[in-house]
């Protein structure tokens, strides 16, 4: 039952240093998400991908890019890490659309807490 | 544009009370309307969601959630709070045919014994 699983669950991040925070499902979904978090602002997304190949920006893309090479894995890289990029990050899945029969429900993984300083 | 609101960013409630967070909405269309819990330094759960269908739909933990078209509301409800219940909740809204779901800005539930 792992679900959307994240790594790392925390780190902090100097300044100008780049790193990688990693999302794998086993639900074979086709969507999946990056969401950020802040303090009263709900949750963002910043990246999504309607399948293995296929990506595209959601509302605050800027300073981080995706890759989806399998159906299971996506990466979110931060290059070039700014304060303003400290926050929670969740990836998600989902199966949506026609061919797809589990409902719409979007599940989440447990978070990547990320601190630049 | 899809957007939800959660007027509240509080509710504080006594263990054994009925307990209610409030959720409006604007999309276009018929809403697909979810709600999430969570719990610190955790990730979103699912408690239940909207689809079609029944206006009043159960989930997890004794949680319901009943969908009004004409108020666009979609308030979860619980008729007796427990102390465990305390947590942030989302409410969130997805457009047919959209790929993502919109938040709102969440409200911390605090239940005292």
């Known amino acids: 039952n792992a679900g959307v699983t994240q790594t790392p669950k925390f780190r902090i991040l100097k300044i100008g240093q780049s790193m990688t925070l990693q999302c794998t499902q086993d639900?074979?979904?086709?969507?999946m998400y990056w969401y950020r978090q802040d303090p009263g602002m709900g949750l963002k997304l910043i990246y999504y991908?309607?399948?293995?190949?296929?990506?595209d920006k959601g509302e605050v893309p800027n300073g981080y890019n995706v890759s989806r090479s399998t159906t299971e894995d996506f990466p979110l890289r931060l290059e070039l890490a700014a304060p303003s990029q400290t926050s929670v990050y969740f990836c998600?899945?989902?199966?949506?659309?026609?061919?797809?029969?589990?409902?719409?429900?979007?599940?989440f993984g447990e978070g990547s807490w990320l601190t630049v300083v | 544009a899809q957007s939800v609101a959660q007027p509240e960013d509080q509710v504080n409630v006594a263990e054994g009370n009925p307990l209610t967070v409030k959720c409006t909405y604007s999309?276009?269309?018929?809403?697909?309307l979810f709600w999430y819990v969570q719990y610190p330094n955790r990730g979103l759960q699912f408690l239940l969601k909207?689809?079609?269908?029944?206006?009043l739909v159960k989930g997890s933990y004794g949680f319901e959630a009943e969908f009004n078209k004409s108020q666009t509301s979609f308030h979860l409800k619980k008729p007796s709070a427990l102390v465990s219940d305390s947590a942030l909740y989302f409410c969130a809204v997805r457009a047919p045919g959209d790929y993502k779901l919109s938040f709102g800005a969440g409200t911390t539930v605090t239940v005292r014994a």
């Open positions: 999309v276009s269309g018929n809403p697909y």
């Open positions: 991908s309607v399948g293995a190949g296929i990506t």
């Open positions: 909207y689809i079609t269908g029944d206006n």
């Open positions: 998600a899945s989902a199966s949506i659309g026609a061919a797809h029969r589990s409902g719409n429900t979007i599940y």
């Open positions: 639900m074979n979904h086709n969507y």
